[in-house]
């Protein structure tokens, strides 16, 4: 005897970069049915057994075990299970101005809205544990919102073609910006843009007429200059922060930089 279910869960969609609207899984009933109409979110369901129709402005897309289709924005729609093998789904709902960003980086368009994917365990695990979250406590926003980025990530994944090499150079830029406090070095840079040392090399002289080495070094002396000028910090303290473990160390890189030593330059800027 068949046994036929539904799950659901609905937010109330708080403003954020993406937002869960609503969240479910369900076995249809044969012929099971919604719409015609429109929703005012994206809506993906991923298809696990049984088939049936989505028609999507007035085109109708069979859909399989296997599949997902996606439902846009305000676009009427209409979906159907089989009346002999209906589908069983799993489906998100969600908003927000990161969605059709993140979309826009998939294989689904309008005119193409169902896709085969081969992933679909790990579609309903995201799903489930959507579910499982589900609430409106900021814990419970945090972790829906966490899953269905990663989930929209295995859309995207192996998709995108190569990057520019500006966009390389750039993030290799921020990953310095963002981590010159620790002892990093050119390796940890090249490994994080996914680039050969001598390829990031060429890319900064292009970009910014130094070397990596030389960035990350100015970007730290700039910070220590700062602090040196505005803080009482002690010297191996403000080596520490700028990602230089070894205070001496420090002193002759920034006495080579500026021509004089850290302390030096201190007490010239305090009788400034």
Request: proline share 5%; aromatic share 14%.
């Amino acid at each position: 005897m068949a046994v036929y279910f539904k799950n659901s869960y609905k937010s109330d969609g708080a403003a954020l970069p993406l937002s869960v609207k609503n969240v479910g899984f369900q076995q249809c009933t044969p012929g099971y049915r919604w719409g015609a109409g429109v929703r005012d979110h994206y809506l993906i369901h991923y298809v696990v057994s049984g088939r049936g129709t989505f028609t999507a402005a007035g085109r109708a897309f069979p859909v399989r075990a296997g599949e997902v289709f996606l439902v846009w924005p305000n676009v009427v729609v209409s979906y159907e299970a089989d009346t002999e093998s209906p589908w069983e789904y799993y489906w998100l709902g969600f908003s927000g101005p990161d969605a059709a960003a993140l979309l826009a980086r998939t294989d689904l368009r309008p005119d193409a809205p169902v896709l085969h994917i081969d992933f679909g365990r790990t579609f309903q695990r995201y799903i489930t544990a959507i579910y499982e979250a589900r609430g409106q406590s900021a814990w419970s926003r945090t972790q829906m919102l966490g899953y269905a980025y990663l989930l929209l990530g295995k859309l995207i994944e192996g998709r995108e073609g190569p990057e520019d090499r500006g966009d390389v150079i750039d993030r290799a830029a921020a990953y310095i910006e963002n981590n010159y406090a620790e002892p990093i070095t050119v390796d940890d840079i090249a490994t994080f843009a996914g680039v050969s040392r001598s390829w990031l090399y060429r890319g900064f002289m292009q970009r910014f007429g130094r070397s990596p080495t030389a960035l990350l070094r100015e970007t730290r002396l700039k910070t220590a200059r700062t602090l040196l000028r505005g803080t009482t910090m002690h010297i191996s303290e403000i080596a520490w922060s700028v990602g230089y473990p070894d205070a001496l160390y420090f002193s002759r890189v920034f006495a080579a930089s500026e021509g004089c030593s850290p302390s030096v330059y201190r007490a010239g800027q305090e009788h400034t």
